[in-house]
């Protein structure tokens, strides 16, 4: 939480707090359970690099996700590819 002090004309102070910019982030996917119809929240990225020097970021969720090593998950079809 961000916090700025302020003083007004009278000389009353006081602090104006907010919990962020105001912009929300997208709520993610997991692309598997997608194409099984279900909407289930992706806690993880696919982290495959890819050729622009990024990450696949297909959103995940615990159950879909194929552990690389700690830290890196692959999606599906990037896990596919690699086998």
């Not at 602090?15 to 279900?38: A, E, I, M, Y």
């Not at 495959?48 to 999606?75: I, Y």
């Amino acid at each position: 939480m961000t916090c700025h002090p302020f003083t007004l004309g009278d000389g009353t102070t006081g602090f104006v707090c907010s919990r962020g910019s105001g912009k929300k982030q997208p709520r993610r996917f997991c692309v598997v359970c997608l194409k099984d119809g279900r909407r289930t929240d992706a806690s993880l990225l696919c982290d495959h690099p890819t050729p622009g020097g990024g990450t696949c970021d297909a959103g995940l969720c615990v159950v879909h996700t194929n552990r690389v090593r700690v830290g890196v998950d692959w999606c599906p079809a990037h896990e596919d590819l690699n086998q």
